[in-house]
């Protein structure tokens, strides 16, 4: 009961700091750049912030013994698990590749979407409950339970393919937000964000990884928010985001024709930008 | 021979998982098959397609709230069973 309160407030304490970090940084960067301080070092320093606060996070999460590094010592409370959930569902894969996946290949792009929630669906009814009863570590440890060495041999082939196939994307998209910002290597960028990374699940394991995650969420709770709000408020303000609705949409040639697609998907964008912003018109959608 | 409890527990267990699986195939199998019909719908107030809406953004909410509602009818079966933990 006290480890689990413990947890608790720890984890408390970095959502409520991450996020009050977050909010102070993005409120400093753009006091700088009104003061005129080159985009440069504003955009660098916006993706760096919040790796840096994952990475530091990490850090002071760290394990005292394997149990902590393997397990959190199974005390993390039940509302921060889902918080973690939350914040790896809602990562790189959910803000980059879905409304890319939508922008690229319309209703095809869809399968990625559903899939995400729909997983998670399967994953909380037919694997967690079992899992959790079995008291096992690890997937392939619960299958290895149920069927026999053979079967977790071959639930581990699969969870790790699994795992480096979304890693490698995560990796991909991440390293192509941090080299389009600083303006480096895509091999840099991606050696930056392995050692971030490194950062985040070696000193705590676990419990580090969760307490990131956590941080995660945070951020993008306040960014996907200021955002929302930004693009409502872009018809009624004189804020940056109705410059952004005014320019003209780039060509785009890679895109498919969503005019002529039999599943043409409509004004996607009108629902936030309400019906006011007669100023705002995409040809894609 | 199991005892009653555990009889009982086990199918409202199992119905519930039924239940939320159905719901699951609902809105992450059919609605996205069915996607082009249900576009002759249109919600009011925002405008845009049904189809479209229930894709994107709709589908997401349903399942999540699929899955909040299994969590929470699940931990009742649970305490309504086991009251002691463990």
Do not use: H
């Given at each position: 009961m006290t480890n689990s309160t413990e947890a608790s407030d720890h984890l408390r304490r970095v959502c409520g700091t991450c996020a009050l970090a977050f909010l102070l940084g993005t409120v400093l960067l753009a006091i700088g750049e009104a003061r005129g301080v080159a985009r440069e070092i504003i955009g660098g320093a916006l993706v760096l912030l919040p790796f840096a606060l994952y990475a530091a996070?990490?850090?002071?999460?760290?394990?005292?013994?394997?149990?902590?590094?393997?397990?959190?010592?199974?005390?993390?409370?039940?509302?921060?698990?889902?918080?973690?959930?939350?914040?790896?569902?809602?990562?790189?894969?959910?803000l980059i590749g879905a409304p890319t996946s939508l922008f690229l290949a319309g209703y095809d792009g869809r399968p990625l979407l559903i899939g995400l929630a729909g997983g998670y669906?399967?994953?909380?009814?037919?694997?967690?409950?079992?899992?959790?009863?079995?008291?096992?570590?690890?997937?392939?440890?619960?299958?290895?339970?149920?069927?026999?060495?053979?079967?977790?041999?071959?639930?581990a082939i699969v969870v790790v393919f699994c795992s480096l196939m979304f890693s490698a994307a995560l990796l991909e998209a991440g390293a192509?937000?941090?080299?389009?910002?600083?303006?480096?290597?895509?091999?840099i960028a991606i050696s930056v964000l392995a050692a971030f990374l490194l950062l985040c699940t070696l000193?705590?394991?676990?419990?580090?990884?969760?307490?990131?995650?956590?941080?995660?969420?945070?951020?993008?709770?306040?960014?996907s928010l200021a955002v929302f709000f930004l693009f409502a408020a872009a018809p009624m303000t004189a804020l940056p985001a109705r410059r952004m609705t005014r320019s003209p949409a780039p060509s785009r040639p890679c895109c498919r024709d969503w005019g002529s697609h039999p599943h043409a998907a409509p004004a996607a964008f009108r629902f936030i930008l309400g019906r006011r912003s007669r100023t705002w018109r995409s040809p894609y959608v | 021979?199991?005892?009653?409890?555990?009889?009982?527990?086990?199918?409202?267990?199992?119905?519930?998982?039924?239940v939320t699986l159905a719901l699951w195939a609902l809105f992450a199998l059919c609605i996205p098959v069915l996607v082009v019909p249900l576009n002759a719908f249109s919600i009011p107030y925002v405008d845009l397609p049904l189809g479209f809406l229930m894709t994107t953004q709709g589908g997401l909410v349903a399942l999540t709230l699929v899955l909040c509602a299994f969590a929470r009818r699940q931990g009742r079966i649970d305490r309504d069973h086991f009251p002691t933990p463990g």
């Open positions: 996070v990490g850090v002071v999460s760290s394990a005292s013994d394997l149990s902590d590094f393997k397990l959190a010592r199974r005390r993390i409370p039940a509302a921060f698990a889902g918080i973690a959930g939350a914040g790896a569902w809602a990562g790189a894969a959910l669906v399967l994953l909380g009814v037919l694997i967690g409950p079992f899992l959790r009863n079995a008291a096992a570590r690890t997937l392939p440890d619960f299958v290895g339970m149920r069927y026999g060495s053979f079967a977790r041999l071959l639930a192509a937000t941090i080299s389009r910002m600083l303006v480096v290597d895509a091999d000193p705590g394991g676990m419990a580090g990884l969760t307490a990131s995650q956590v941080a995660q969420y945070a951020v993008l709770l306040i960014g | 021979m199991p005892d009653a409890n555990l009889l009982t527990y086990r199918r409202r267990t199992g119905r519930l998982m039924r």
